[in-house]
């Protein structure tokens, strides 16, 4: 999944919630049974999210939406092999930017 967020220091919860085409209760939820994502939260207790969390939901919802894990077994799975699953996530990223540019060229031909 290729997620298009604008370079900023936060994100709101409206925002994450667009790019990963989930409602905002889904965020939160995530939020609560991940701890690896860690939003801040400004005076009015709105949640501010990094690049760091946008990241870690990228694993979370690749886990549990793509590759068809329970929470269970996506916390699992992350607590296990953190870096295998972060090396895989870039991997199958970079991959898909390859065949969209490939699918580019060939759509040019």
Known sequence: MHINLPEKRYYKIGEV??????????????????????????????RLFTKEDVENFKLIYNLVKERGFTLEGAKQKLKKNPETVVNN????????????????????L
Do not use: Y
């Open 89 to 108: 996530h870039e991997i199958i990223s970079r991959l898909e930017s390859v065949k969209a540019e490939l699918q580019k060229i060939k759509d040019q």
């Open 17 to 46: 919630a667009k790019a990963f085409d989930v409602n905002t209760s889904h965020i939160r939820f995530w939020e609560k049974e991940f701890d690896i994502i860690k939003p801040k939260k400004n005076a009015k207790g709105n």
